[in-house]
């Protein structure tokens, strides 16, 4: 396997997140692997969003606080829309605080903020590569 450096993927991931630092870093972290990027400051401009764009959407990732609706109800909705799409959480709680209303829903992956950029392209590059 090429080092995460390396690697590029192709399509369109959705990001929801209130903090636009964050979304800055998913964004520009995201598009220089060669990925496309929409970006949500919420979770129901992700919902809208993804109900937009769902057919071209491979991964979507959620903060898991927000303050429209959550990401779990974000989750729920999208979830509802297409039932097969991929979805990581990102948070600043630990994973057993942040994910554990996720345990039987299917969560592809978790990833703790504050988190480097390496770290968040090895997590989208096990989903989109399916490992």
Do not use: N
């Not at 399509?11 to 990027?37: I, N, P, Q, S």
């Not at 949500?40 to 769902?54: I, T």
């Not at 974000?74 to 605080?97: K, N, T």
């Amino acid at each position: 396997m090429a080092p995460i450096e390396d690697w590029r993927g192709s399509g369109t991931v959705l990001v929801g997140d209130d903090d636009e630092g964050v979304r800055k870093l998913l964004d520009a972290t995201l598009c220089r692997a060669g990925l496309t990027v929409l970006l949500a400051r919420g979770g129901r401009e992700g919902v809208d969003l993804f109900r937009r764009y769902s057919d071209d959407i491979r991964v979507v990732v959620l903060d898991r606080t927000m303050p429209d609706i959550g990401g779990e109800d974000a989750f729920d909705e999208i979830r509802r829309i297409r039932p097969d799409v991929r979805i990581m959480l990102i948070s600043g709680y630990s994973e057993e605080r942040a994910a554990w209303h996720f345990i039987d829903k299917g969560l592809d992956a978790f990833l703790h903020k504050p988190f480097e950029p390496r770290a968040l392209l090895e997590r989208i590059r096990r989903i989109i590569d399916g490992g």
